[in-house]
Structures are given as structure tokens and as C-alpha cells.
């Protein structure tokens, strides 16, 4: 573990702190922690996971967290973002609870000097996070918001069925690193960054246009997650589930990609939302990209205000 945090490639005021995790097959494996202080002193604060081909850029959500009084951690997962080194595979485990050390890591940190704190991921971290969150049960936890959460296999049929499942299951031990066929448009990339049709600006090595490769053992692994989210969790803290209100698929780019869910299926989100726990409140925002807080403009309005009035209504008034 490094003695301090540096500053980020975000700039200053943003840092970052490298947690050293040992070693894995493919060599050594790291986390690292990026840190934006509230503007007061604070014991509250706020972790957040990223998804798939992704990482921590998202410097207005940060901020609208700290605006209200919230210390606000991201982590970069193993193998993702400014975690990734060149020996390894991007984004690749055979079991999310290679995870579990991570957030470990992060938490234990976190929970040095804050007493309170909102546990937030987006998509497939939407799927990591909360099985960790169920199995650590941690005391500090106040709430949990989720954006878009891959609760659920998209996509082919022959995924979802049993048959497919116990084929996957039997390619993902014996051939782990074998690639699953799969076409990605690089339309939502497209439509998030700068450069092309977008207004956020990312490290497209990082995040990637085309995504990453997805291997079997990695897919295996999602889809054990995803049975355990239908089996049923026990998070008892309030939960917010925010998606898209509606899915598309387009051919082309369009006004589509711009207000819609490209990558996952909202119908299963909503599906399974309610397996979290005890208390879950779930809202479907009409004009939302997959993930939601980088959606145009006056829709991301309406997304920080429902986060507001939860955030009012379970977390601080609890």
C-alpha cells in the first residue's frame, strides 16, 4: 500500500492512493483508490464501483457528492482503468469474489476516519457490489445506489437457458480464456466521449470504443453472480435502483443511442431489483443512457433529483 495519495490524472483536488492486493496467476495485482474531500470535515462518505470496460472519470458525480457533505472514493478495480498493468488481461476474473479483496481494501481505508457510508456502482460493479455488500454485511453501510445494474443476462437466448447455462459453465472451467463471439457497435462510447458525439472526456484505452474481449471464465463468473442476485439478497440498507426507461438496439447512430439503454435490457433490471433486499426503490428515467448520470444534460437533472430525494428521505433522515 502506498504511504499517501497522489494527485489523479483527474487534477487536483482529485487523488489517488495505489492498494497493493499480492499477486494473482498472471502477476501482481493492484486497486487503486481515487479521492475527492468534501469542501468541511465529514465522517460521511461515498464509495463507488465502476462496470465493464470502464473506470473512474466521472468528475460531476463526484462533485455532486461532495457538494453535500461527502467524502467520495472511486475505485479502479484489478485489471480496469489506472489499475491495469501490462502483464495482465484487461478486466479479466473467473470468480467476482477476486473482488472481495478489493473492496476490502478500499473499505477498510474508507472506514478510518468515516463512520457513514453510501455504497454506489454501475452496471456490472452493480453486480460485484452488492454480492459483497451481502456476504460482508458491513456496519458502516447507509445506503446503496445502483446505476443500471447488470442483474441479468441480455442477449442471446441460449445464454438464459439451462442448457446454455451448463454449457458455459463447462467451457468457462475448461477453456477459461476462450472469447465469446460478440458485436459491439462502439455506438454508446461514441456517443459518451468528446470527440466524437459525446461531451465527457475519457481515456479511450481505458474504456475502449469496441469494449474489451469477453472471455468464457469471465462470463461463467457473471452468470454464478447473477444466480445468487435471484436467489435473493439481504441488504438491508435503503437501496435505489436507477435505470433507463426503455432499452434499444439500433443499426445505426442516432437519437436512440442518446436517450435510451443500449447495453443492458432495464425490463430485467427492474425484474430482478426487488432480490436486493428489503428496501429497494426502483425508478426508470425517461431519457437515460446506460449509465445514467452521463446522459444529456436535462435528463442527468432528473437523475440527481431523484438521487436527492432519496438520499433525503432514506439515508440522511434515517
Do not use: C
Given at each position: 500500500m502506498t504511504d499517501a495519495f497522489d494527485t489523479d490524472v483527474l487534477g487536483a483536488p482529485y487523488t489517488q492512493q495505489t492498494l497493493d492486493l499480492g499477486t494473482d496467476s498472471e502477476g501482481e495485482v493492484v486497486v487503486t483508490l481515487v479521492h475527492l474531500p468534501a469542501t468541511e470535515p465529514t465522517g460521511r462518505a461515498v464509495l463507488h464501483v465502476h462496470g465493464f470496460a470502464d473506470y473512474f472519470f466521472h468528475t460531476e458525480y463526484a462533485e455532486w457528492w461532495a457538494a453535500r457533505g461527502y467524502d467520495f472514493y472511486a475505485v479502479d478495480l484489478r485489471k480496469y482503468g489506472r489499475s491495469l498493468r501490462e502483464h495482465q488481461t484487461?478486466?479479466?476474473?473467473d470468480d467476482l469474489e477476486e473482488y472481495y479483496e478489493d473492496l476490502d481494501a478500499a473499505w477498510a481505508v474508507i472506514t478510518e476516519d468515516h463512520t457513514s457510508v453510501v455504497a454506489t456502482a454501475h452496471s456490472t460493479g452493480g453486480l460485484t457490489l452488492p454480492l459483497w455488500l451481502n456476504d460482508r454485511q458491513p456496519s458502516e453501510l447507509a445506503g446503496v445506489l445502483l446505476n443500471s445494474p447488470w442483474l441479468d443476462m441480455q442477449g442471446a437466448a441460449w445464454l438464459r437457458s439451462l442448457p446454455g447455462r451448463a454449457a458455459l459453465?463447462?467451457?468457462?472451467?475448461?477453456?477459461?480464456?476462450?472469447?465469446?463471439?460478440?458485436?459491439?457497435?462502439?455506438?454508446?462510447?461514441?456517443?459518451?466521449?468528446?470527440?466524437?458525439?459525446?461531451?465527457?472526456?475519457?481515456?479511450?484505452?481505458?474504456?475502449?470504443?469496441?469494449?474489451?474481449?469477453?472471455?468464457?471464465?469471465?462470463?461463467?463468473?457473471?452468470r454464478q453472480g447473477h444466480s445468487k442476485i435471484h436467489r435473493g439478497l439481504d441488504i438491508a440498507a435503503p437501496t435505489l435502483v436507477?435505470?433507463?426507461?426503455?432499452?434499444?438496439?439500433?443499426?445505426?447512430?442516432?437519437?436512440?443511442?442518446?436517450?435510451?439503454?443500449?447495453?443492458?435490457d432495464v425490463r430485467q433490471i427492474r425484474r430482478w431489483a426487488s432480490s436486493l433486499g428489503p428496501h429497494v426503490t426502483s425508478i426508470g428515467i425517461e431519457g437515460a443512457r446506460h449509465d445514467v448520470v452521463l446522459s444529456l444534460p436535462h435528463v442527468r437533472a432528473q437523475v440527481y433529483a431523484e438521487m436527492d430525494r432519496w438520499l433525503a428521505a432514506y439515508v440522511e433522515d434515517s
Open positions: 484487461p478486466n479479466y476474473v459453465d463447462q467451457i468457462g472451467v475448461r477453456q477459461p480464456r476462450r472469447v465469446i463471439p460478440r458485436t459491439v457497435s462502439g455506438y454508446y462510447t461514441r456517443s459518451l466521449h468528446r470527440d466524437h458525439d459525446g461531451e465527457f472526456d475519457f481515456n479511450l484505452e481505458w474504456k475502449p470504443m469496441q469494449s474489451w474481449p469477453v472471455y468464457a471464465g469471465w462470463l461463467r463468473a457473471v436507477l435505470s433507463s426507461s426503455r432499452t434499444a438496439f439500433p443499426a445505426e447512430m442516432g437519437d436512440d443511442v442518446h436517450n435510451s439503454d443500449v447495453v443492458l
